[in-house]
T-cell receptor
Framework: DTEVTQTPKHLVMGMTNKKSLKCEQH?????MYWYKQKAKKPPELMFV???????INESVPSRFSPECPNSSLLNLHLHALQPEDSALYLC???????????FGPGTRLTVT | AQSVTQPDIHITVSEGASLELRCNYS??????LFWYVQSPGQGLQLLLK??????LVQGIKGFEAEFKRSQSSFNLRKPSVHWSDAAEYFC?????????????FGTGTRLTIIP
């Protein structure tokens, strides 16, 4: 099974709200990733966790805060977002960092 | 740093016709190469990958790709496309040096299928 699940599918939030995106995989993968994708663009890497430790932070604004509670779960906490943060947020996982990545269906985020 | 170029932004193909999507990469060592497909509003699905070995790689849904080191290319092919192949296709290169393993995506090629 190569399934990565993400909740919620859609999220609308105001600029003063706090919300979280969740990602889960049960493939035993030890690397997990957050990407942001704008319309008609490729995914942009935000964060990488390897063995539950933050491995890469692509200079993402602090209003995005990742968390990896265990090897199966990855969260992205959102606070004080801007309208330009509206995008499709994709989670992915791989056996280890550098191996092929398996993507979830994404969360469509709209910031009003 | 690695980079990927997909020179075709949009390709239109008749159903049943053959398909080739181009991908050129830049990387100093032997790259890890991938093709992903994305339907509108969906996540990315891995079609195939190349790490080493046989330069002709078979993937899912009848796709194949050929790694050509001399041309720095990893073109995706399918002998006969189906209407369900209409989607966005991304080529990606992964860095193989330990500690910096992340994917760099090309800008994508949108595939339209006409009846």
């Amino acid at each position: 099974d190569t399934e990565v699940t993400q909740t919620p599918k859609h999220l609308v939030m105001g600029m003063t709200n706090k919300k979280s995106l969740k990602c889960e995989q049960h493939m035993g993968h030890r690397a997990m990733y957050w990407y942001k994708q704008k319309a008609k663009k490729p995914p942009e890497l935000m964060f990488v966790y390897s063995y539950e430790k933050l491995s890469i932070n692509e200079s993402v604004p602090s209003r995005f805060s990742p968390e990896c509670p265990n090897s199966s779960l990855l969260n992205l906490h959102l606070h004080a977002l801007q309208p330009e943060d509206s995008a499709l947020y994709l989670c992915a996982s791989s056996q280890q960092q550098g191996y092929e990545q398996y993507f979830g269906p994404g969360t469509r985020l709209t910031v009003t | 740093a690695q980079s990927v170029t997909q020179p075709d932004i949009h390709i239109t193909v008749s159903e049943g016709a053959s398909l080739e999507l181009r991908c050129n990469y830049s990387y100093g060592a032997t790259p890890y190469l991938f093709w992903y497909v994305q339907s509108p509003g969906q996540g990315l699905q891995l079609l195939l990958k190349y790490f080493s070995g046989d330069t002709l790689v078979q993937g899912i849904k009848g796709f194949e790709a050929e790694f050509k080191r001399s041309q720095s290319s990893f073109n995706l092919r399918k002998p006969s496309v189906h209407w369900s192949d209409a989607a966005e296709y991304f080529c990606a290169v992964g860095a193989s040096n330990f500690g910096n393993e992340k994917l760099t995506f090309g800008t994508g090629t949108r595939l339209t299928i006409i009846p």
